[in-house]
């Protein structure tokens, strides 16, 4: 038999466009520095100096189509409740059926940890496979033990060749498949190292054929590069029905999990959970957690209320206004959008008539979130005005509302949700967009005064005067 004959081609992570050389700029999506180097064995050639394909037969198939009304839709049925009502609610209401996950997130924020844990909740009344290609299974052992998992009915396999994996699958059929990682996963016919492109790509099309065939649910760890995003080739995102983004700074405990792609439900809720000793802990009421240890009578924080989902959340909003000892100020955001803080202190200067041009600038978000509504454009300016001026915020006070390069403050959606979610912490004073204000019954919110402010000079002036 004649040996296979191997090639190199680049490969583009965005798009899965393929060059015989390496290019600076991927010639099909435009991405820079996405083409990544594989290995690939050359297809059989024909006397005519054709690819080889298989010949099909006209009108000859296995497939057997089922009558779309005959396919059952039940909830109990088609979802497996996790146990972990966190997660359940990044899921869309449990595990569906055959539905494929992909999880990511930077090395220690939580991944293994979490699975580890769903593994020992579904084990209560079902079968479990744990297939690791990184850990032996000694190690998983001695982490099981430390959670305190039930082990009945979790089954453990350290193997990296998708075959084998994929022919343990179909014989055991369990009811729920964790691999991790994809990266370490190889096929044998595939002539490239484990991580490449193409061995990702064929080991999860791979996974994602057998989880189909069978209904059985199939949770998959992918490591993620320098820049954040899943390592491997972004086709991998796309044949998987959820993809799950751990999120948080590693320092602190607090970690969120985060649904950027959900076929079964929303992408705009979030799971809060604790990091502790004994494994990922749930945050029933993250608004109390994300206020705890706030500063009292300090100026340059005030509390925004972000809608993660169908959830308030409250966040602190801290900045720092220092005179600069540099010709060019510093700017610097954690946890908020860079350029959009460039814009806000923009309209601030033009605006409100607040000069930053000589001070270094510091935005910083409490816990780890990373807040991206613009319902939060209101408290970081007052943040920032707030120690600019060194006036302290109110501690009772909140603020929500979207900013206008006019310096308008214009109307955000779902304010009654937030609104009632800061009377239920505590809070007696918030500052809303005027035009909200005229749709409210603000008999609804007794105990909560309600200040109405056009312009942003206005919301500023109403702490002055409450000060």
Not at 82 to 92: A, F, H, K, N, P
Not at 177 to 198: E, H, L, P
């Amino acid at each position: 038999m004649a040996k296979e004959k191997l090639k190199t081609i680049y490969v583009c992570t965005q798009c899965g466009e393929t060059s015989p050389r390496w290019l600076g700029r991927c010639p099909s999506c435009g991405s820079w520095n996405t083409m990544t180097e594989d290995v690939v064995a050359e297809p059989a050639k024909t006397s005519s100096g054709r690819s080889a394909a298989p010949a099909r037969v006209t009108g000859q198939t296995s497939l057997k189509p089922l009558k779309l009304k005959n396919i059952s839709t039940t909830e109990e049925k088609s979802r497996i409740i996790t146990g972990i009502s966190e997660l359940d609610r990044v899921l869309g209401g449990g595990i569906v059926l055959g539905s494929v996950t992909l999880i990511g997130g930077e090395p220690g924020i939580g991944k293994s940890t979490i699975l580890l844990q769903l593994c020992g909740e579904v084990s209560r009344t079902r079968n479990v496979l744990y297939v690791t290609g990184e850990e032996s299974v000694r190690q998983i052992k001695l982490r099981a033990e430390r959670l305190r998992v039930p082990q009945d009915n979790i089954s453990i396999a350290a193997e990296s060749d998708v075959d084998e994996i994929c022919g343990l699958i179909e014989q055991m059929k369990p009811d729920l498949v964790v691999i991790d990682s994809i990266q370490t996963m190889r096929c044998a016919d595939v002539a490239s190292s484990s991580g490449t492109v193409s061995q990702v790509k064929e080991s999860t099309a791979r996974f994602l054929n057998v989880a189909k065939t069978n209904e059985i649910p199939t949770f998959i760890v992918g490591h993620v590069n320098k820049d954040g995003a899943i390592a491997g080739p972004k086709v991998m995102e796309h044949i998987v029905d959820t993809v799950l983004y751990f999120e948080g700074d590693k320092t602190l405990p607090y970690r969120v999990l985060r649904a950027v792609k959900n076929r079964y439900g929303s992408t705009n809720e979030i799971g809060m959970f604790d990091m502790t000793g004994k494994g990922l802990e749930q945050i029933d009421n993250p608004s109390q957690v994300m206020l705890e240890g706030r500063p009292i009578g300090i100026s340059g924080t005030c509390v925004a209320c972000v809608m993660e989902g169908t959830r308030p959340v409250l966040s602190e909003i801290q900045a720092l206004v220092t005179k600069t000892t540099f010709p060019s100020p510093r700017r610097t955001a954690s946890g908020f959008d860079y350029n959009r803080m460039y814009l806000l202190l923009a309209v601030l200067e033009k605006r409100a008539g607040y000069v930053f041009g000589n001070q270094d600038v510091y935005v910083n978000i409490v816990g780890g979130l990373r807040l991206e509504e613009t319902a939060c454009d209101l408290p970081v300016c007052l943040a920032m005005a707030s120690s600019l001026l060194d006036l302290p915020v109110p501690e009772k006070t909140l603020a929500i509302g979207e900013i206008g390069l006019g310096g308008e403050i214009r109307s955000v959606p779902h304010l009654e949700t937030r609104l009632r979610e800061a009377q239920r912490i505590g809070f007696d004073t918030a500052i809303v967009p005027k035009h909200n204000l005229k749709m409210l019954d603000s008999a609804q919110f007794p105990g909560l005064h309600l200040i109405g402010a056009a312009y942003l000079r206005d919301a500023i002036n109403s702490i002055k005067l409450k000060d």
